[in-house]
């Protein structure tokens, strides 16, 4: 029978690829000439003599490695392999951390990843990462109930993050939805959190949205002293009404100046994966007033890639800072109007204010897109003329409320 010391003190013959140290009922620690040791035991089964690894010492201590040895005499005992049961052990210990809700997640993740933005697909790992994984990613898929997942919830909740716990639930309830696919749980529990949460107080992006207080703004765009590249931007995104992200990566190659279009490449549209690299680009017909901006500021930076570029290195396009700095410096804080509420300016006059132009036809120039088959047909080219009419209605009117002109109102009495 082995000692503790006697484990300690084995060691390989010089002239020997390994040595073992026999304890009892076919227990042997296995000491090779490399100074390893592991642990075995020797059985018969099914008429072959057969051994099972125990691991190694001293990681494994000669009490440990004797109970290791009784468990596969057990086994041996109620018509079992050691080895075979082992295996199958592990297989089970396997498929049961598969079924844990991080486990499942991550599979999910990988699952459908290749069909999201690469910047959709970071911030959905993320936030399970950092607000569920820590606290229900370790239990199993069908231990998960509704008190349990709104109780991680609320920890993101009492932080203020309204909208993130809100988004944590959808998430997880794609979670779920796999789960139930796959077979690791038989339900979602996240449509049970329904209205448990606080709701999300909805907060729009300032915006000017009466005709006078446009002419103001107008004006003081005109009179803008800062940098004429600046003054440019605000210009055109009062008259293109485009999202402030495609204002800003605005390309010279992409504008045809003699065809008045600048033509957006679908790649830089807000939309998913699949429509970023299939779908068609976003058309946007260049009033006079918009081609007169361009022809300005060809000089200045007509030589680079951007018509915006970063003044700081030139190389990247402008700062999403820049136009909001501007619009601070012309008395405009973040409370009466940003960027993003060019936007609302727009569709809201041109609706209000000019008659004539239809909602879809406002709708394809924002690039709101549709659901359903036929949401792609807002930008298909027949709509053209039509955007065409809409924008130099646009630029005229904006340029009658520069001038203080007593505008027409044409809502209904």
Same mark, same amino acid.
């Given at each position: 029978?082995?000692?503790?010391?006697?484990?300690?003190?084995?060691?390989?013959?010089?002239?020997?690829?390994?040595?073992?140290?026999?304890?009892?009922?076919?227990?042997?620690?296995?000491?090779?000439?490399?100074?390893?040791?592991?642990?075995?035991?020797?059985?018969?089964?099914?008429?072959?003599?057969?051994?099972?690894?125990?691991?190694?010492?001293?990681?494994?201590?000669?009490? @440990?490695?004797?109970?290791?040895?009784?468990?596969?005499?057990?086994?041996?005992?109620?018509? %079992?392999?050691?080895?075979?049961?082992?295996?199958?052990? /592990?297989?089970?210990?396997?498929?049961?951390?598969?079924?844990?809700?991080?486990?499942?997640?991550?599979?999910?993740? @990988?699952?459908?990843?290749?069909?999201? &933005?690469?910047?959709?697909?970071?911030?959905?790992?993320?936030?399970?990462?950092?607000?569920?994984?820590?606290? $229900?990613?370790?239990?199993?898929?069908?231990?998960?109930?509704?008190?349990?997942?709104?109780?991680?919830?609320? +920890?993101?909740?009492?932080?203020?993050?309204? %909208?993130?716990?809100?988004?944590?639930?959808?998430?997880?309830?794609?979670?779920? +939805?796999?789960?139930?696919?796959?077979?690791?749980?038989?339900?979602?529990?996240?449509?049970?959190?329904?209205?448990?949460?606080?709701?999300? /107080?909805?907060? !729009?992006?300032?915006?000017?949205?009466?005709?006078?207080?446009?002419?103001?703004?107008? +004006?003081?765009?005109? &009179?803008?002293?800062?940098?004429?590249?600046?003054?440019?931007?605000?210009?055109?995104?009062?008259?293109?009404?485009?999202?402030?992200?495609?204002?800003?990566?605005?390309?010279?190659?992409?504008?045809?100046?003699?065809?008045?279009?600048?033509?957006?490449?679908?790649?830089?549209? /807000?939309?998913?994966?699949?429509?970023?690299?299939?779908?068609?680009? !976003?058309?946007?017909?260049?009033?006079?007033?918009?081609?007169?901006?361009?022809?300005?500021?060809?000089?200045?930076?007509? !030589?680079?890639?951007?018509?915006?570029?970063?003044?700081?290195?030139?190389?990247?396009?402008? &700062?999403?800072?820049?136009?909001?700095?501007?619009? +601070?410096?012309?008395?405009?804080?973040?409370? @009466?109007?940003?960027? !993003?509420?060019?936007?609302?300016?727009?569709?809201?006059? $041109? $609706? @209000?204010?000019?008659?004539?132009?239809?909602?879809?036809?406002?709708?394809?120039?924002?690039?709101?897109? /549709?659901?359903?088959?036929?949401?792609?047909?807002?930008?298909?080219?027949?709509?053209?003329?039509?955007?065409?009419?809409?924008?130099?209605?646009?630029?005229?009117?904006?340029?009658?409320?520069?001038?203080?002109?007593?505008?027409?109102?044409?809502?209904?009495?």
């Amino acid at each position: 029978m082995l000692t503790d010391a006697a484990c300690r003190n084995a060691s390989c013959p010089d002239d020997k690829a390994r040595a073992r140290f026999a304890d009892a009922g076919g227990l042997y620690l296995e000491v090779a000439a490399s100074g390893s040791k592991r642990w075995f035991v020797k059985y018969r089964f099914g008429g072959k003599e057969k051994r099972l690894a125990l691991g190694n010492y001293p990681l494994v201590s000669l009490k @440990e490695a004797r109970e290791g040895r009784d468990k596969a005499r057990k086994a041996r005992g109620e018509g %079992e392999d050691p080895v075979q049961a082992r295996r199958v052990a /592990k297989v089970v210990s396997k498929a049961a951390g598969a079924q844990t809700f991080e486990a499942v997640a991550r599979e999910c993740f @990988e699952t459908k990843k290749g069909g999201w &933005s690469p910047k959709y697909a970071a911030r959905w790992i993320e936030r399970l990462e950092k607000d569920l994984f820590p606290h $229900i990613g370790a239990l199993p898929m069908g231990n998960i109930t509704a008190p349990l997942l709104l109780d991680a919830l609320r +920890r993101v909740e009492k932080r203020g993050a309204i %909208e993130t716990a809100h988004t944590l639930r959808q998430t997880a309830g794609q979670v779920f +939805r796999y789960g139930v696919q796959t077979g690791r749980c038989e339900r979602d529990p996240a449509p049970d959190l329904h209205g448990a949460l606080q709701p999300v /107080k909805v907060k !729009h992006m300032a915006a000017v949205l009466e005709p006078t207080s446009a002419g103001e703004l107008m +004006r003081a765009i005109d &009179s803008y002293a800062g940098q004429p590249v600046t003054r440019a931007a605000l210009l055109l995104s009062a008259l293109l009404f485009q999202r402030p992200g495609n204002i800003r990566a605005m390309e010279w190659a992409e504008v045809d100046l003699e065809r008045a279009l600048w033509t957006i490449p679908a790649a830089k549209m /807000k939309r998913t994966l699949h429509g970023k690299e299939n779908g068609r680009p !976003h058309l946007v017909p260049l009033a006079p007033q918009a081609v007169a901006v361009l022809k300005e500021l060809q000089p200045l930076t007509g !030589h680079g890639r951007y018509v915006f570029p970063s003044l700081l290195t030139g190389e990247n396009c402008m &700062s999403e800072n820049t136009v909001r700095a501007a619009l +601070r410096r012309l008395g405009y804080g973040n409370g @009466e109007m940003t960027p !993003h509420g060019f936007r609302a300016m727009a569709r809201t006059l $041109i $609706i @209000e204010r000019l008659p004539g132009v239809s909602p879809d036809v406002i709708e394809a120039q924002l690039a709101h897109g /549709k659901s359903g088959p036929l949401g792609m047909a807002y930008d298909r080219a027949e709509f053209m003329e039509q955007r065409r009419q809409m924008m130099a209605l646009w630029a005229d009117y904006l340029d009658q409320l520069k001038a203080g002109a007593k505008v027409i109102d044409f809502r209904a009495a």
